[in-house]
């Protein structure tokens, strides 16, 4: 049985500011593989790194401003470029590309699909990148763009495992990122079902829970405490 892999969700967010270089940095040190993080799309055409579609609720959304003002008023919100090198020489990244109906910076067209491929196409990234979306518009036009990118269908925690399973394998998607609360009782049927799918699971911040997952073959977990996770499974095969 492979070592199951752990990400850093948004970074070490349990310690620091999520979505910042210091939280992928310090998850790296922590002993985490990875980081999972958020991208949006300014107004000029960057990509920055935020969970939600402004800095602040009344706030002026990201994709209304160009990227230095974003500077100049968020200095801490991260380039898709800070956060590779916030990574080291092998740290995994799994890329979320939000694309939202309702949201401010919602983008039938796939605009942020399009700028992750040229942002993985102009970097050595090999094969430590994970591209992940709950829309799955996005992860099609990921996949037209460039087939070798490995993409991971995000499912909602409503949404049955099996269906989950079956829409990521009919995708040609690497995982099937599922909700813990979906996950945690089934996890032996899931990863038998799955089969060659990976089956990663968010977001996992109880050791039990960890150690579950981790015996049942999960191939990876999410994290706001990778540090607790990385104490919890090492020493595990």
């Given at each position: 049985?492979?070592?199951?892999?752990?990400?850093?969700?948004?970074?070490?967010?349990?310690?620091?500011?999520?979505n910042?270089?210091?939280?992928y940095?310090?998850?790296?040190?922590?002993?985490?593989?990875?980081?999972?993080?958020?991208?949006?799309?300014t107004?000029?055409?960057?990509?920055?790194?935020?969970?939600?579609?402004?800095?602040?609720?009344?706030?002026?959304?990201f994709?209304?401003?160009?990227?230095?003002?974003?500077r100049?008023?968020?200095?801490?919100i991260p380039?898709?470029?800070?956060?590779w090198?916030?990574?080291?020489?092998?740290?995994?990244?799994?890329?979320?590309?939000?694309?939202i109906?309702?949201?401010?910076?919602?983008?039938?067209?796939?605009?942020?699909?399009?700028?992750?491929?040229?942002?993985?196409?102009?970097?050595?990234?090999?094969?430590r990148?994970?591209?992940?979306?709950?829309?799955t518009?996005?992860?099609?036009?990921?996949?037209?763009?460039?087939?070798a990118?490995r993409?991971?269908?995000?499912?909602?925690?409503?949404?049955?495992?099996?269906?989950?399973?079956?829409?990521?394998?009919?995708?040609?998607?690497?995982s099937?990122?599922?909700?813990?609360?979906?996950?945690?009782?089934?996890?032996e049927?899931?990863?038998?079902a799955?089969?060659?799918?990976?089956?990663?699971?968010w977001?996992?911040?109880?050791?039990?829970?960890?150690?579950?997952?981790?015996?049942?073959?999960i191939?990876?977990?999410?994290?706001?405490?990778?540090?607790?996770?990385?104490?919890?499974?090492?020493?595990?095969?």
């Amino acid at each position: 049985m492979s070592r199951m892999l752990i990400y850093g969700h948004r970074g070490a967010s349990v310690d620091v500011r999520p979505n910042t270089v210091d939280a992928y940095e310090l998850a790296i040190e922590q002993g985490a593989d990875g980081v999972e993080l958020d991208v949006r799309r300014t107004r000029d055409g960057a990509i920055v790194i935020f969970h939600d579609d402004r800095p602040a609720p009344d706030a002026t959304p990201f994709v209304e401003m160009d990227l230095s003002e974003i500077r100049a008023t968020t200095p801490w919100i991260p380039t898709l470029d800070e956060a590779w090198s916030a990574l080291g020489p092998s740290g995994l990244l799994d890329i979320e590309i939000k694309n939202i109906y309702g949201q401010a910076d919602y983008d039938p067209t796939q605009r942020v699909a399009a700028g992750v491929v040229r942002w993985i196409a102009e970097h050595d990234t090999g094969d430590r990148i994970l591209v992940s979306s709950f829309n799955t518009q996005a992860l099609d036009a990921v996949k037209s763009l460039d087939p070798a990118i490995r993409t991971g269908l995000l499912s909602m925690s409503w949404l049955d495992p099996m269906v989950a399973l079956r829409q990521a394998r009919d995708g040609g998607h690497v995982s099937a990122n599922l909700s813990l609360i979906r996950t945690l009782d089934g996890a032996e049927q899931i990863v038998q079902a799955a089969g060659d799918l990976d089956v990663l699971v968010w977001t996992v911040n109880d050791p039990g829970h960890a150690l579950t997952l981790a015996d049942a073959g999960i191939a990876g977990i999410f994290t706001d405490d990778p540090g607790l996770m990385v104490e919890v499974l090492s020493g595990r095969e």
